[in-house]
């Protein structure tokens, strides 16, 4: 007899929603909470899953939280796909308390997906083991690396947020600007400039959304910014 497939929930439905429903479709039953769901569509959904997954963004985390908190049991795993950690783990932990929770940040999206040969493998998925079990948490990472074929990242929720005010705060911040200065493709192009071209076309489609909860919700991407908007003015002022 054929084993049925855990159930999987993902509330939120978007570009980055559906690409994870794709690739975990082969493995588990994967449904969509919506936004137009009525309360009694939400609890059949949620009704004996496995996971539920929020994939929506930071501001509209905790309203997605009260939303189907009444219809999620303590044995059902808690994740979060947000591309900030600390502060929506923190939100999580204060609504599930009894229930296992993990803090996750897929470092991929449909286009880096595409780009990759519209593979998973060898992407990277942070991963910020809370209040899982060591036997949950290490199903999950091998689940990860072998079947999805991700380079899993393990850190702390402090010390995502720390790294990913460069890697994420920054490369979005100087593509947002050169987005909005429409830069060109010239038959001169360099090396340096092509890769400018690239993280401009890389970024482009980054919802605004998505772009205020790099810049906003994490605590540790102001500095950042702030410290390269000085460099610049500094670099600035020595020209003159």
């Not at 996750?104 to 493998?121: A, D, M, W, Y």
Request: glycine content about 4%; overall charge positive; hydrophobic content about 35%.
């Amino acid at each position: 007899m054929k084993r049925s497939k855990q159930k999987i929930i993902i509330v939120g439905k978007g570009a980055f929603g559906d690409l994870m429903a794709k690739y975990l479709r082969p493995y588990f039953t994967v449904s969509f909470v919506r936004r137009s769901d009525s309360d009694e569509q939400v609890r059949k959904k949620l009704s004996n899953a496995r996971a539920v997954i929020f994939c929506v963004p930071m501001v509209g985390l905790e309203q997605s939280i009260v939303r189907t908190k009444p219809h999620i049991t303590t044995d059902m795993l808690i994740i979060d796909v947000t591309s900030v950690k600390v502060k929506p783990l923190a939100l999580l932990k204060k609504y599930f308390k009894h229930n296992q929770i993990l803090g996750t940040h897929p470092i991929l999206g449909p286009q880096s997906v595409k780009k990759n040969n519209n593979s998973l493998k060898g992407l990277p998925l942070v991963l910020c083991q809370e209040t899982t079990t060591d036997k949950t948490y290490k199903t999950i990472i091998r689940f990860c690396k072998k079947d999805l074929g991700l380079k899993v990242v393990e850190q702390t929720a402090k010390q995502h947020d720390i790294e990913m005010a460069h890697v994420q705060g920054l490369a979005h911040f100087i593509g947002r600007a050169l987005k909005h200065m429409d830069i060109t493709d010239y038959s001169t192009n360099t090396e340096s400039y092509k890769q400018l071209l690239e993280l401009r076309d890389l970024l482009a489609k980054d919802s605004r959304e998505l772009f205020e909860t790099i810049q906003n919700t994490n605590t540790q991407t102001k500095r950042v910014r702030n410290k390269f908007l000085k460099e610049l003015q500094l670099i600035e002022k020595k020209l003159q």
